[in-house]
């Protein structure tokens, strides 16, 4: 059950800030900021750069490719946009989930976004370049998470992909709390095939069993559909652990 009264307040730093512009206006996600339910603050971290150039990022110590983003403008950015001092952070830490989305993190996941979607605000941390000054990790962060076993070229996606699954849990967001009872994942499988008008295209049928009306059968047929298709694509998910690594070929 959700532990508050439907409104999620989401802090995301980044150096990128324009990026969340149009996915935060469109669709469910737009709908929800629209409607009060959901409140996400996009803050740019350069505004806490240090120096003239408001710099943001240096050498790596200890030599190698690439910068690393410094320690100083996220704490500072973190700090003063929440409306904590800076000697406050275990405060802080308490109050807020402050996450850092990384592919160093633990792998996002349907139950890991149901929790998250349970807390009434949460922040979350875009790196850049070759990543962040592990400081942050250490003394800011209280989690840290992946969604899932590549690369990309900076957190804003992964914060975006995580600020949608988590947005569809809050109440109010999505209308009809039963298709979230349905979807893949929910009950450790992925979700049965769907089918929509027309019933027959270019000489495809869709299943006599879904035209038939009968309810029950739909029900069985759903079942076992989802079955052996979770059986075949994700075997994992049937042994419990969601964990692709243990894939069966
Ligand atoms: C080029 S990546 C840095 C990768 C880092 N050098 C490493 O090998 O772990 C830059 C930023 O993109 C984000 N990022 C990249 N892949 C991600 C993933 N799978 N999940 C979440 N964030 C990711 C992180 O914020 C990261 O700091």
Same mark, same amino acid.
């Given at each position: ?12 730093? &980044? ?27 996009? +803050? ?97 962060? &209280? ?48 979700? *049965?095939?769907? *089918? &929509? ?17 009968? +309810? ?13 298709? &979770? ?19």
């Amino acid at each position: 059950m959700n532990s508050h009264e439907g409104k999620m307040l989401i802090d995301v730093f &980044t150096i990128f800030p324009a990026i969340f512009d149009s996915p935060l206006r469109e669709g469910l996600l737009g709908k929800a900021i629209e409607g009060g339910i959901l409140e996400v603050r996009v +803050h740019d971290i350069r505004e806490h750069g240090t120096g003239r150039h408001r710099q943001v990022d240096d050498a790596p110590f200890g030599g190698g490719a690439g910068m690393v983003m410094k320690p100083e403008p996220v704490f500072e950015s973190v700090t003063a946009c929440l409306g904590y001092g800076i000697e406050d952070l275990e405060r802080l830490r308490e109050e807020v989930e402050v996450v850092m989305l990384t592919p160093r993190g633990e792998r996002l996941t349907q139950a890991r976004v149901a929790e998250l979607a349970a807390l009434p605000r949460m922040a979350l941390i875009c790196g850049r370049y070759e990543g962040v000054d592990e400081r942050v990790m250490e003394h800011l962060c &209280t989690s840290a998470i992946s969604i899932g076993d590549y690369v990309l070229s900076g957190g804003e996606m992964a914060a975006l992909v995580l600020i949608d699954a988590v947005a569809r849990l809050v109440p109010g967001v999505v209308g009809n709390r039963e298709s979230l009872e349905e979807e893949s994942f929910s009950g450790g499988m992925l979700e *049965y095939p769907q *089918y &929509t008008r027309p019933a027959e295209y270019l000489g495809w049928r869709v299943p006599e069993v879904l035209l038939s009306g009968d +309810h029950g059968a739909v029900e069985r047929w759903r079942r076992q559909a989802a079955l052996a298709y &979770t059986r075949r694509v994700r075997p994992d998910l049937l042994r419990g652990s969601g964990d692709e690594t243990e894939r069966e070929d």
